[in-house]
């Protein structure tokens, strides 16, 4: 440090006094927030082309990469060319959004001038240290596991990856696959602990990916203690921060607001938009709803931006922190004589009154934006219920794939009911889920291997934990229940889901006069394919936990999306398309709080009556929350 103020002297610059690491901080605050918003924007325009890209590959195959055709397409030329399109991006968004902050970071503790141009080019040089086999378990490791064990930085493409529900499913159903879970988040966050330097050897000195590794654990050893108790503080401090940050930009206006506007009547319509630009007129009831909504609209989303500055400065603030203890214990291990930190004040801060006139100035735009919303609000808030289908029948209301699991979703009121058909050695359509009949009667058969007859002597534990056995049903007896009753979205399931299913289980349909009311559904792109093709007076639907390219252009009525695939824009576009959009499999309350007010065709859950309260709880909200929870997260 001494030494670098030697040298910032004899290039005569102004001479950078010694201050304080609290200081240091204050004073790099607009830095941080600059080059994390710069980044931040960067990388959301850096994805869009690189999903053109991707698209551009997929659509010289097929309309789609799909769960259903994921192998077909990975065995031509496109595989190829999509992995190495995947490698790359991975490498050259991690240079950007993690290495880059890393380098400003180290910049900013070392008191040189923080350019984030040059530190993309100085991140993009570490690249080559990571095309290797233990640059890419490291690379694996910022992708997947950190959002998993919380252990160590990720990128934000990334941030909120997990296991999804259906997997999640089947091992929380299982003691030994629950502990085996158990056991690899364990050993992953401890592994992550102790590799947790290593991107920071490879990026601050220049080491090569093992060595990296080696290095990280061997800091780790020797500092363990101090960083965990370091690292505990300042993260419990950003927690603390972040909660006081979203009471006071966002339950504070929220609270005020309900109090003071919650005399409006509920179901109130403003004079349309057309009325009051003719007249130039508002009544008084209608004035004071609209400024109501106008306010409503404003500060959710000026809360959300102030709570985003929150989130990016306190995020670019532990990388800060990490970076300083990396210095640190990098310090005391290559030094003798370690000297004593030393904060040199920044070289040439940034604007304050730059900073204050762009908040400012976006505050304006945020009120023009939020007068519209408010004059619009009735058309752009009025969603429809969105309609529930009971997983495997009646949900956990009954055991699963059971006639009174069918009459437990009509009771409920359900849309309909979700089933999956199996076809025995003797053609006959049986419901079951699973590729054999072992979990749900302890025999390990599957229905293409047993006749009808052996299939009915089976007896079903039911898995409400009643106690009561039951036959495994039939396709026509399941419609004979649905029939003017529900909608039965028939999944066509197993190694017998082929076009021979298709034709039988449309032939019972017919005979049972229930074309109307059935869905045919399948993870099988080509089962429904045929079906849509061949049968196009069925609705049919496409069940997908992945997909890459023209989704919307695939062959089908419905596009049955896993819930992390669901996002806004995708429902927005399968409308356009024609299409109509729907979730599997929505279980948790906040999940079903959030589809349930997204613009979709349905919703598939085992937790039906959760889904009733929490459509109940939609029904009873005030303006203010409809607003907040329309816009509340424009920033993220």
């Not at 592994?191 to 990280?216: C, D």
């Not at 394919?529 to 695939?554: H, K, M, Q, R, V």
């Not at 009556?609 to 607003?627: F, G, H, Y």
């Amino acid at each position: 440090m001494i030494y670098m103020l030697k040298r910032r002297r004899e290039k005569g610059d102004r001479v950078q006094q010694e201050i304080s690491f609290p200081r240091l901080v204050f004073q790099a605050l607009p830095e941080m927030w600059t080059s994390q918003f710069i980044s931040k924007t960067t990388l959301v325009f850096m994805v869009f082309i690189f999903s053109r890209l991707l698209r551009l590959v997929v659509s010289t195959r097929a309309a789609a990469i799909t769960t259903s055709n994921l192998g077909d397409v990975l065995l031509g030329w496109q595989g190829i060319a999509l992995l190495v399109m995947a490698v790359a991006f991975s490498l050259v968004y991690t240079a950007m959004d993690l290495f880059s902050q890393m380098l400003i970071s180290d910049d900013i503790l070392k008191g040189d001038r923080v350019g984030i141009i040059e530190s993309f080019k100085r991140g993009f040089k570490t690249i080559p240290k990571l095309l290797n086999p233990a640059g890419f378990s490291i690379l694996v490791y910022i992708f997947i596991a950190v959002p998993l064990v919380g252990i160590g930085f990720t990128v934000r493409i990334t941030r909120n990856f997990h296991i999804p529900n259906f997997i999640m499913s089947v091992i929380t159903g299982s003691t030994l696959y629950s502990v085996l879970y158990l056991l690899a988040i364990f050993l992953l966050a401890l592994a992550g602990l102790f590799y947790i330097f290593s991107t920071h050897a490879i990026v601050l000195k220049g080491m090569g990916a093992k060595e990296a590794k080696k290095y990280s654990v061997r800091l780790m050893r020797k500092n363990w203690k101090k960083f965990l108790k370091s690292m505990i503080l300042v993260l419990f401090a950003c927690f603390a921060v972040r909660i006081l940050a979203a009471m006071i930009f966002d339950g504070l206006p929220t609270g005020i607001l309900e109090n003071v506007y919650d005399d409006i009547p509920s179901g109130y319509d403003i004079a349309p938009i057309e009325e009051i630009a003719r007249t130039g007129e508002l009544s008084d009831m209608d004035a004071y709803v609209l400024k109501s909504r106008v306010l409503s609209a404003f500060f959710t989303m000026e809360g959300s931006y102030l709570d985003y500055v929150v989130r990016l400065l306190t995020s670019a603030f532990v990388m800060l922190y990490f970076t300083r203890l990396f210095l640190r214990f990098d310090r005391a291990e290559t030094e003798d004589d370690a000297s004593d930190e030393v904060f040199l004040e920044r070289p040439k801060r940034s604007s304050y009154f730059l900073k204050v006139a762009t908040m400012v100035g976006i505050a304006v735009a945020l009120l023009f934006v939020s007068i519209y919303i408010g004059l619009l609000y009735d058309e752009l808030m009025d969603g429809e219920k969105v309609p529930v289908v009971a997983h495997r029948c009646g949900g956990f209301l009954a055991s699963e794939n059971s006639i009174d699991g069918l009459y437990a979703a009509i009771e409920h009121d359900c849309y309909g009911s979700e089933t999956d058909v199996q076809r025995t050695k003797d053609g006959f359509y049986v419901i079951n889920h699973d590729d054999t009949f072992k979990r749900l009667t302890g025999v390990n058969k599957a229905s293409q291997d047993m006749t009808l007859e052996e299939v009915k002597q089976l007896r079903i534990q039911d898995t409400t934990g009643s106690g009561k056995l039951l036959e495994v049903p039939t396709l026509d007896e399941f419609l004979d229940v649905t029939k003017d009753n529900d909608t039965l979205f028939i999944e066509l399931k197993g190694k017998t889901a082929d076009k021979q299913m298709v034709d039988d289980v449309v032939d019972i349909v017919k005979k049972h006069d229930c074309v109307d009311q059935v869905v045919l559904i399948s993870l099988k792109y080509d089962v429904i394919d045929y079906a849509e093709s061949t049968y196009p007076e069925f609705e049919t639907g496409l069940l997908l936990f992945a997909g890459l390219g023209e989704i919307e252009d695939l062959n089908c009525d419905i596009l049955i999306t896993e819930e992390e695939m669901t996002s806004v824009d995708l429902v927005s576009k399968l409308h356009e398309a024609g299409k109509k959009s729907m979730i599997w499999t929505v279980n948790e309350e906040e999940d079903l709080y959030k589809f349930l007010d997204m613009d979709v065709d349905g919703i598939i859950t085992d937790t039906i009556e959760l889904a009733e309260n929490v459509q109940k709880q939609l029904d009873n909200r005030t303006e203010v929350e409809v607003i907040k929870d329309s816009i509340g997260d424009i920033w993220n």
